[in-house]
């Protein structure tokens, strides 16, 4: 069974950077396209971005445009999550989740990871 683990949260400064990393153990990853949904304390759960299983296509929510970028390395079983320009808003927990556009827009994944944490703030 596909296992999904997130790393590379933790708290950085308005401005800063952070790139989160989304590994597959149990299968390969090749075959799924992979999405980064977040979810802040008393808000909605937000689908952030996905990339094909080829990495031939790529999504951004309108909130993360122009600043985030993902990335695969299917030899390596990893989907990245670059953050740059972060804002306090961004502050969430974000996990990954085998999800390709549609399933971003609606929410719906059949494996996610548990997350990690990303805090933005002076």
């Known amino acids: 069974q596909l296992q999904l683990v997130e790393s590379g949260g933790g708290l950085v400064q308005p401005g800063g950077s952070l790139r989160l990393s989304c590994t597959a153990s149990g299968s390969t990853l090749d075959s799924y396209a992979i999405g980064w949904f977040r979810q802040a304390p008393g808000k909605e759960r937000e689908g952030v971005s996905c990339i094909g299983s080829s990495a031939g296509s790529t999504y951004y929510a309108d909130s993360a445009k122009h600043r985030f970028i993902i990335s695969r390395d299917n030899a390596k079983n990893t989907v990245y999550l670059q953050m740059n320009s972060l804002k306090p808003e961004d502050t969430a927990v974000y996990y990954c989740?085998?999800?390709?556009?549609?399933?971003?827009?609606?929410?719906?994944?059949?494996?996610r990871g548990q997350g990690t944490q990303v805090t933005v703030s002076s």
């Open positions: 989740a085998t999800a390709g556009f549609w399933e971003l827009v609606q929410g719906q994944y059949d494996y």
